[in-house]
């Protein structure tokens, strides 16, 4: 079946980076995007940004330029978010989820089972 | 602040029909997508390209657009449905996403 494994829980200094990994099976890897969003702690949804497994090609969201990378392998496809200089906001549990590539009415229809990630020192 | 604005709750009485709405200026460009976020669980898509279920949604959810609106209507609400539902769809630049900021949906 159609479905998006993520790493497990990570915790983390201020300061610090973190990599999520996100790993598809079950369909063609290279035919959708992979978004990145997630949930702060009482807070509501944040698209972080996507990335094109086939064409490598990348977008952020403002809020998180310079802190974000989305990286991906595709011999094993898998998508990476590696995000930087963590703080204690940055508390949250992270999602990648699959995008339809080049619709412009865009929808994310397959989640990951997220992943938590704890900033404290 | 989010460029798609949502009520922040809601609330229905079971078996009672509830419009949960979602307002943006992208939204007359681009339809809006529709998730259902329950505690410890993974968002789920309701709807999307305007009006249309992924397999599995019951249907009694559906979708609407208007101008600079869209709507998400469940009919029939039922104790299953109380959950936080957040809209989505490209900003106004068309090159990234924005969720609205959610609407907690109480069933009474």
């Known amino acids: 079946q159609v479905q998006l494994v993520q790493s497990a829980a990570e915790v983390k200094k201020p300061g610090a980076s973190v990599k999520v990994s996100c790993k598809a099976s079950?369909?063609?890897?290279?035919?959708?995007?992979i978004n990145w969003v997630r949930q702060a702690t009482g807070q509501g949804l944040e698209w972080m940004g996507w990335?094109?497994?086939?064409?490598?090609?990348?977008g952020y969201a403002q809020n998180f330029q310079g802190r974000v990378t989305m990286t991906r392998d595709t011999s094993i496809s898998t998508v990476y978010m590696e995000l930087s200089s963590l703080r204690s906001e940055d508390t949250a549990v992270y999602y990648c989820?699959?995008?339809?590539?080049?619709?412009?009415?865009?929808?994310?229809?397959?989640w990951g089972q997220g992943t938590t990630v704890t900033v404290s020192s | 602040s989010s460029e798609l604005t949502q009520d922040p709750a809601v609330s229905v009485a079971l078996g009672q029909t509830v419009r949960i709405t979602c307002q943006g200026d992208s939204l007359r460009s681009y339809y809006a997508s529709w998730y259902q976020l329950k505690p410890g669980q993974a968002p789920v898509l309701v709807i999307y390209d305007k009006n249309n279920r992924p397999s599995g949604i019951p249907d009694r959810f559906s979708g609407s657009s208007s101008g600079n609106t869209a709507s998400l209507t469940i009919t029939g609400a039922q104790a299953e449905d109380e959950a936080d539902y957040y809209c989505n769809s490209r900003d106004s630049s068309g090159n990234h996403l924005v969720f609205g900021g959610g609407t907690k949906l109480t069933v009474l």
């Open positions: 989820a699959r995008g339809p590539s080049g619709n412009d009415n865009y929808y994310m229809d397959v």
């Open positions: 079950g369909y063609t890897f290279t035919s959708y995007d």
């Open positions: 990335t094109n497994p086939k064409s490598g090609s990348i």
